[in-house]
Each structure stands twice: as C-alpha cells, then as structure tokens.
C-alpha cells in the first residue's frame, strides 16, 4: 500500500525516475500547493511507461516542461468556462423562453408537455431545487415571489435560475418531440442533435469546473455530429478537445455577437507549439478547413502572436 510522501521526498523521487528537477525549491512549491497526484497527470507525454504502469521520465525531461503542460491546460480550461458559460445561459434562456411563450409561465406543472411516465421525476427535482417550504429557500427572488403570489410554483424563468445545467438537460431530455423541436429550432441542430449536444456540454462543464485534464482527455461521452459539420468534424475526433471545439464555436456563433473564441483558441495553440495537436485530436491543416477559415478575423498568412498580449495580430504587409 502506498504511503503519503512529503515533498521533499517526492522530489528525491522524481529525480531517482529521471527528471531534470532545476530549481528544488520551486518544484517543493507545486508540489505543497498544486500536489503531486495532479501533476502526475501531466507525466505520461514525457515518460516510457512500464508494464506496472510506472515510468522513468525520458532523457532531458524537465519539471519546467510539465509544469508549461499544466499551466497550458489551464489555460484550457479559461477558454472553455467563458464559451461554457454564455452558451449555458443562452440554452437556459431559449429553453424557458420557447416553451413559457408556447404553453404559458408554468409549463412545468404541464405533464402532457413532456413523456408522461418522467414528469414526477422533472416536479421532483423541481421542488427540492426551488425549496419553498417554511420560506427557507435562499433565493432571494423566490421569497420575494411567494410572498407576493399564492401560486406555489415560480414562473419558468425563475424555476429556471435555480436549476444546475444538468437538470436543465434533463428537462429538455424529457420533453416530446415536437417541443425540443420548438427549441433545437433555434439553434439550428435537429431535436436528437441537441440532446446529444447538450449531455456533452454538461459533462465538459463538470470537468472544467472540477479542474480536471482537459488537453488530451478522450470524453466518455461522445456528441452525435451534424452532416453539415462533418468536414470539420472528423469522427476519430468526436471525443477529444477538438471535437469539443467544433460544438462550442458552432454555438458561440449562434449565441454570442461578434465572437472572437476562434481567435483566442488559435492565439493560445500558437502560444505553446510544442503542444502536439494530434493528442488533442485537431487533425492536420485544421486552421484551414472552411468551417475554421471564416471564422477568424486574422487570416492564417496574416497572423502572428503579439509577444506582449499572446493574442493575434497582423502581420505588416510587405507590397
């Protein structure tokens, strides 16, 4: 059984594997305040692995190299949680919105809105998320509402700023065809798309925000990918980061006016070359491919990165 180690014998310990430590003293500090387990996981492109699963670092290995790996993951994960977020509020929004202008504000209490045997399970969730008993909800606006209005039950778009993303994907899941229709509409993907959609946003949502490795990760669940979107969109690539990009950039172009994340995912790709984009699953050229090429506001011959800035620029033309 493992024991615990203090840093400074994870130290001895990586540099008996073969790691290039540098500056001892800076390798205990990420090792005391971002520990060792996590940054493990930033190991195995710099390792031969060994049949126990172990693995001494290959020759030259650095710790600057792996920590540059961890800090570009993290920075990973910034540009996903600010597309992540303002798609989840466009969806929370369209949702409540299509469906309170169809059916009325209280169209969750409506079971025949949504397949008949999961409606309690959706009213269930409903109840223990707005929490209107005794006023001890910690809503601020919900207590105002119940104290205003005998109807136990908030509007939709109030129920709606209290429900977690993945309840929000439930709702949508069990609604009828023809209302997930209503909605899907909006953003231009067929119903069963959506949905596909909409349980890998949640699921990539959860990752960010738990922290967890993103850059050469293989998704557990994979979204269905749009005919439309299959040039840019190979299917070898549907559960890496790339095949997430391709989804959220499809829908920051629908949900965000005037968006620049291409621009930013292409600045912070350039910022770390030595990032193999085959473990991310961009296939080669992908800054070409149509889909990507009219979405950046740099043109891929024009576009530098600003050392200060790391974002894009122009380059001056030479005529």
């Given at each position: 059984m493992k024991q615990p180690l203090a840093p400074a014998e994870l130290v001895a310990l990586l540099r008996s594997r073969g790691l290039e430590v540098g500056?001892?003293?800076?390798?205990?500090?990420y090792l005391t305040y971002i520990g060792y387990f996590r940054l493990?996981?930033?190991?195995?492109?710099?390792?031969?692995?060994?049949e126990d699963g172990g693995g001494a670092f290959r020759p030259g290995t650095t710790f600057s190299q792996i920590l540059d790996l961890y800090v570009f993951d993290r920075k990973v994960r910034l540009l996903l949680i600010d597309a992540l977020e303002r798609i989840e509020v466009a969806i929370r929004t369209v949702i409540?919105?299509?469906?309170?202008?169809?059916?009325?504000?209280?169209?969750?209490?409506?079971d025949t809105l949504f397949d008949k045997p999961h409606h309690p399970e959706i009213v269930e969730?409903?109840?223990a998320s707005i929490d209107l008993r005794d006023g001890k909800t910690h809503h601020a606006f919900l207590k105002h509402y119940s104290r205003k209005y005998a109807n136990i039950y908030p509007p939709s778009w109030m129920v709606f700023e209290t429900l977690s993303f993945g309840q929000v994907s439930h709702i949508y899941k069990r609604l009828r065809?023809?209302?997930?229709?209503?909605?899907?509409?909006?953003?231009?993907?067929?119903?069963?798309?959506?949905?596909?959609?909409?349980?890998?946003?949640?699921?990539?949502?959860?990752?960010?925000?738990?922290?967890s490795r993103v850059w050469n990760r293989?998704?557990?669940?994979?979204?269905?990918?749009?005919?439309?979107?299959?040039?840019?969109w190979p299917r070898e690539a549907a559960n890496r980061f790339y095949g997430l990009c391709v989804m959220i950039n499809y829908l920051m172009d629908v949900v965000a006016d005037g968006s620049r994340w291409p621009d930013r995912l292409r600045s912070l790709l350039m910022e770390y070359p030595e990032i193999p984009l085959a473990q991310m699953g961009f296939p080669e050229?992908?800054?070409?491919?149509?889909?990507?090429?009219?979405?950046?506001?740099?043109a891929e011959d024009a576009a530098v990165l600003c050392p200060l800035t790391n974002s894009l620029c122009y380059t001056p033309n030479s005529d």
């Amino acid at each position: 059984m493992k024991q615990p180690l203090a840093p400074a014998e994870l130290v001895a310990l990586l540099r008996s594997r073969g790691l290039e430590v540098g500056d001892e003293s800076r390798l205990t500090h990420y090792l005391t305040y971002i520990g060792y387990f996590r940054l493990s996981g930033y190991f195995p492109p710099f390792q031969v692995r060994r049949e126990d699963g172990g693995g001494a670092f290959r020759p030259g290995t650095t710790f600057s190299q792996i920590l540059d790996l961890y800090v570009f993951d993290r920075k990973v994960r910034l540009l996903l949680i600010d597309a992540l977020e303002r798609i989840e509020v466009a969806i929370r929004t369209v949702i409540s919105d299509k469906m309170s202008l169809a059916h009325g504000a209280f169209w969750l209490n409506n079971d025949t809105l949504f397949d008949k045997p999961h409606h309690p399970e959706i009213v269930e969730q409903i109840n223990a998320s707005i929490d209107l008993r005794d006023g001890k909800t910690h809503h601020a606006f919900l207590k105002h509402y119940s104290r205003k209005y005998a109807n136990i039950y908030p509007p939709s778009w109030m129920v709606f700023e209290t429900l977690s993303f993945g309840q929000v994907s439930h709702i949508y899941k069990r609604l009828r065809g023809c209302n997930q229709k209503l909605i899907s509409d909006e953003f231009g993907l067929d119903n069963a798309f959506f949905e596909s959609w909409l349980h890998v946003l949640w699921f990539s949502r959860n990752v960010v925000a738990h922290h967890s490795r993103v850059w050469n990760r293989v998704f557990t669940i994979q979204p269905k990918i749009p005919r439309k979107l299959s040039e840019a969109w190979p299917r070898e690539a549907a559960n890496r980061f790339y095949g997430l990009c391709v989804m959220i950039n499809y829908l920051m172009d629908v949900v965000a006016d005037g968006s620049r994340w291409p621009d930013r995912l292409r600045s912070l790709l350039m910022e770390y070359p030595e990032i193999p984009l085959a473990q991310m699953g961009f296939p080669e050229g992908w800054t070409g491919l149509e889909y990507w090429k009219r979405r950046f506001s740099v043109a891929e011959d024009a576009a530098v990165l600003c050392p200060l800035t790391n974002s894009l620029c122009y380059t001056p033309n030479s005529d």
